[in-house]
T-cell receptor
């Protein structure tokens, strides 16, 4: 099956620093990747849609200057949390849609990155 | 308003019991997906249902898509501690003019199965 990896799995940083999270599709090409945020015991909230070679599309209420997304290749998207603050602490998950996916839009999720901002 | 209403939000049962999780909306879906997520991991796709009235089985899990394609249910028979996790239903919504589809998730059901 399709595999999506994320790196790092956990990161602890000081307030004010920036953190980059990588999302890779390992065995398929992903023209579209999605970034989600998840709070404890809650569902996933879509933050933005990342399209290879173009600007990301952000959901309402998500600060694009705060959460920088780059989708430089068909297998890699990155999310950079800039000037992180404790309220940015969360579980960040990416997903990737197979370029050859059918109409059912099945997405494959990464294992998530736990960000803790001190 | 929530596009997808998932219930119950919490379910705590004993090993061997049966349970059902519901996912409802006022809109018609072309397809609906069920995911399971364990703590500290990403969601894993369990099934996609696409045809009204469709029933799919995955071992002890039975998934049903309503005839009108507005609702779905997940039934687990003889639950085991290994079934513990967050269960999520999701549908695809398309932003106007785009070719990709975004997943919209229900609120999730946290299932705990006690030995």
């Amino acid at each position: 099956g399709a595999v999506v990896s994320q790196h790092p799995s956990r990161v602890i940083c000081k307030s004010g620093t920036s953190v980059k999270i990588e999302c890779r599709s390992l065995d398929f090409q992903a023209t579209t990747m999605f970034w989600y945020r998840q709070f404890p015991k809650k569902s996933l909230m879509l933050m933005a849609t990342s399209n290879e070679g173009s600007k990301a599309t952000y959901e309402q209420g998500v600060e694009k200057d705060k959460f920088l997304i780059n989708h430089a290749s068909l297998t890699l998207s990155t999310l950079t949390v800039t000037s992180a603050h404790p309220e940015d602490s969360s579980f960040y998950i990416c997903s990737a849609r197979d370029f050859g996916a059918g109409v059912y839009n099945e997405q494959f999720f990464g294992p998530g990155t736990r960000l803790t901002v001190l | 308003t929530q596009l997808l209403e998932q219930s119950p939000q919490f379910l705590s049962i004993q090993e061997g019991e049966n349970l059902t999780v519901y996912c409802n909306s006022s809109s018609v879906f072309s397809s609906l997906q069920w995911y399971r997520q364990e703590p500290g991991e990403g969601p894993v796709l369990l099934v996609t249902v696409v045809t009204g009235g469709e029933v799919k089985k995955l071992k002890r899990l039975t998934f049903q898509f309503g005839d009108a394609r507005k609702d779905s249910s997940l039934h687990i028979t003889a639950a085991q501690p290994g079934d513990t996790g967050l269960y999520l239903c999701a549908i695809t919504t398309h932003a106007g003019g785009t070719s990709y589809g975004k997943l919209t998730f229900g609120q999730g059901t946290i299932l705990t199965v006690h030995p």
